[in-house]
């Protein structure tokens, strides 16, 4: 017998909020409508089999951020096996249970115990079940249930971002799109209007207006100048609820930039500008600057300058500062305060960058006027050619007037001028000139030969102000004169067949001519007077600058005349004529049957291949012979060669020479027998000197012995004797020092000994040697060089 059981769930939410319920699934037959109710069934074997249904109930909502003190009531379990004796046991799993959500176990009462944010979680799913509280066992299977939390209006709406930045360009439309701003709001956007935002402007009217449901900001005003204001604020509002009253809200700033476009033209400040300028102003050099204002900024405030009218729009130019925006008037060309002294210029200002929606505001340019004054300079003379040409004859006596130069002062003083030669142009100092009036003329013959062209360059500086010079350069060209004789090309030699025939051509003469005559060469060949009668060949002038020697006879025997000398006579037809002979060497030789010559000697008769053996030797004898003398010649040069005692790359003359032999100072009465001096009949006449090797035996050249003897001082015979050796060829060279070991009562010198100078040379003054003649003159450079040196 079955026996069916009943399982009850039922749910409600107490005060104040009810609670409401969503039927998910059809009704069945068999079950009353009206008990709203899930039936399970089962058997005492735990199995549990599918019954009957009536309607199941499984989708619950709950308010969220509920604020009572106690938990919020939910709904309550029930199983229709319960019999309120407490033998049934509720248990509620899943999401929450037991935190969020609790039951009671004997009542099936389920209750939410805290606040419930649907943003954070808004759908709880759970699952009851009904078991027995003795065995343990379900009496009725798992039912699963859903709770939503419903949501209220809780969350304002908050834009993507706290600061938005935008920019729209001035002089734009009404309407013309600049930044959309966005605002979400977290409530749910299916429920009600919680979520529904509306945007409004707060502040920016009436330069902007923003559309209420995308949040689009748009212009609203015509004509808005970033000149007058470039910057703007603008607060943009969404409310949720459709802006309802009640509704929650957010804000956010649009800061909105106005961007340039070119609607200003440029503006002179001025309408007159006036500079001035030195007139030695070279090319390019800057007089003023202008500059013209423009409201824009970047490239639509850029402005070109330019010249468009004037009295010197050839004299002076503009360029733009790309930097400053500056307009640079610059000199164009030289200028000249005597020609003209002020200047009017037309200088415009233009946009190169233009748009054309805005040319109804008028022409995107301005003019104004620029006044230059030149300002007089003190400049050097002016020639009155850039460069002068001048030519002269050859033959040109000294002084011969060639031509002249000019130049004057171009200022209005009009101040005098000298002229010059520049010396490095002439270093030969060939032409002069007259520093008064410029004339050019020869210093020294010319010779065109020499030098065709002469570059000098002539000064030309104000007397009254030598700073201010100029030059000029001077070309000279020599004109030619015949004063050159024409003369072979070439040194002709050349030979005859022994069996020539007559009339037969033997060589072509030519000749070349230094000169250069206007209409060119033109020579003429002839033998010599004295060689024209009775010659062996002639001379046949082929009228082209050119000449032939032919035969005379037949035949030639070069055993009675091996060689021929022909003087040719050779003339030009310029004026003077001149003329000159060379001389033509025609030697006799054997040729072949060809006419190719094979030997010109006579020997070769007899050994006609090669040279016989008595001259082979007779040539290397004479080899040998000048190679000995040769030998003998460097060897005598080298015996008698100067050897000097000491070596030294330096001249012998310059040093002082050493023996190597010390004395004893002083006090060695034997190092020296001054006897001799005294006694100059001891004297060896053979002597020689010992820092070189003799060269001959030279005797020094003596006075008479009588004139010796007379003369008994000491001094009288020292200055005897130095007057010999100045007169002596074998004596010491000029720079060497002789060396004289007496040095006289109260002599002006003192003492000159090394030993006794060397402690005392800082206290002595050696400029007296320079007065004691030529041959101290070494002493006096060496002792006085060396104070010098210690002064400085």
């Not at 033209?265 to 030195?278: E, I, M, V, W």
């Not at 340019?365 to 001048?390: G, H, M, N, Q, W």
Request: charged share 25%; proline share 5%.
């Amino acid at each position: 017998m079955r026996t069916y059981r009943y399982f009850f769930l039922l749910f409600w939410v107490g005060q104040p909020y009810p609670t409401f319920s969503t039927p998910l699934s059809k009704r069945t037959s068999g079950f009353p409508a009206k008990k709203r109710a899930l039936e399970l069934s089962g058997n005492s074997k735990n199995e549990l089999n599918r019954s009957k249904r009536s309607w199941m109930w499984n989708q619950f909502f709950l308010l969220e951020e509920y604020t009572g003190s106690d938990y919020q009531y939910v709904g309550k379990l029930h199983s229709d096996q319960d019999r309120g004796d407490g033998s049934l046991k509720y248990i509620l799993s899943g999401d929450g249970a037991g935190d969020l959500f609790i039951i009671n176990e004997n009542t099936g009462d389920i209750q939410a115990t805290k606040r419930l944010d649907r943003e954070e979680k808004p759908v709880y799913i759970l699952r009851a079940q009904a078991i027995n509280r003795r065995t343990g066992r379900p009496v009725e299977p798992e039912s699963e249930f859903i709770i939503k939390i419903h949501d209220i209006n809780d969350n304002e709406p908050i834009f993507t971002k706290e600061v938005y930045t935008a920019t729209v360009p001035e002089m734009s439309d009404v309407g013309t799109f600049v930044v959309q701003v966005t605002a979400t709001d977290a409530d749910d956007p299916t429920y009600g209007n919680s979520a529904k935002v509306v945007y409004s402007i707060l502040q920016g009217q009436p330069y902007f207006s923003v559309e209420s449901e995308t949040g689009i900001i748009k212009t609203a005003l015509l004509n808005m100048d970033r000149e007058n204001r470039e910057q703007y604020q603008v607060v943009i509002q969404a409310k949720d609820m459709g802006g309802q009253m009640g509704g929650l809200s957010g804000t956010t700033t649009v800061n909105i930039t106005l961007t340039d476009v070119n609607d200003n033209p440029p503006r002179f400040p001025q309408s007159t500008y006036q500079f001035k300028t030195p007139e030695s102003s070279p090319p390019g050099t800057p007089i003023g600057r202008i500059k013209a204002s423009d409201a824009d900024v970047g490239e639509n405030a850029e402005i070109e300058y330019s010249i468009t009218d004037g009295e010197g729009l050839d004299m002076f130019d503009v360029i733009t500062d790309q930097e400053t925006q500056e307009g640079i008037i610059t000199v164009k060309k030289l200028l000249d305060f005597e020609k003209k002294k002020v200047y009017t210029l037309k200088v415009e200002a233009s946009n190169p960058h233009v748009e054309p929606r805005f040319l109804y505001l008028g022409p995107f340019k301005d003019s104004a006027t620029v006044r230059i004054v030149v300002e007089d300079v003190d400049e050097p003379p002016v020639f009155s050619k850039l460069a002068y040409v001048l030519q002269i004859r050859e033959d040109a006596q000294i002084n011969t007037t060639i031509g002249s130069v000019t130049a004057q002062d171009p200022d209005a003083s009009r101040n005098p001028v000298k002229y010059s030669v520049d010396r490095h142009t002439d270093m030969d100092r060939i032409f002069n000139i007259d520093s008064g009036n410029g004339s050019i003329f020869t210093s020294k013959l010319l010779d065109r030969e020499t030098l065709l062209w002469h570059n000098i360059t002539v000064i030309a500086t104000e007397i009254n102000n030598p700073k201010q010079s100029s030059r000029v350069p001077l070309y000279i060209k020599v004109l030619d004169v015949n004063d050159n004789a024409p003369e072979f090309a070439e040194f002709y030699e050349t030979f005859v067949c022994e069996k020539a025939k007559a009339d037969q051509l033997i060589q072509t003469l030519r000749a070349v001519d230094k000169d250069d005559p206007y209409s060119g060469h033109k020579f003429s060949f002839s033998l010599a007077p004295e060689a024209a009668s009775g010659s062996n060949f002639t001379i046949q002038d082929n009228k082209d600058n050119t000449a032939g020697i032919l035969t005379r006879k037949n035949g030639y025997n070069r055993h009675e005349m091996s060689t021929y000398l022909l003087p040719v006579v050779i003339s030009d037809n310029d004026y003077p004529v001149q003329s000159s002979t060379g001389t033509v060497t025609v030697r006799v030789c054997a040729c072949d049957h060809h006419g190719n010559m094979q030997s010109c000697h006579a020997e070769a008769l007899i050994h006609p291949t090669g040279l016989s053996t008595g001259a082979l030797v007779a040539i290397l004898l004479c080899i040998v012979i000048l190679l000995v003398t040769v030998v003998l010649f460097a060897a005598l040069r080298r015996q008698r060669k100067k050897e000097p005692l000491i070596i030294s790359k330096e001249d012998i003359r310059d040093n002082i020479v050493s023996y190597n032999d010390e004395g004893g100072g002083e006090e060695d009465t034997q190092a020296f027998d001054i006897g001799t001096l005294r006694n100059p009949e001891a004297i060896e006449d053979g002597k020689l000197r010992r820092d070189i090797v003799p060269e001959a035996l030279l005797l020094p050249r003596r006075t008479p012995t009588a004139a010796a003897r007379d003369n008994t001082d000491v001094r009288d015979f020292i200055n005897q004797r130095l007057q010999e050796n100045d007169a002596d060829p074998a004596a010491p060279p000029y720079d060497s020092l002789a060396t004289y070991a007496y040095e006289g009562a109260g002599s002006a010198a003192e003492s000159l000994s090394s030993l006794e100078s060397a402690s005392t040379d800082g206290d002595q003054d050696y400029d007296y040697l320079s007065d004691w003649g030529p041959r101290f003159k070494k002493l006096a450079d060496m002792y006085g060089g060396v104070d010098s040196d210690r002064d400085s």
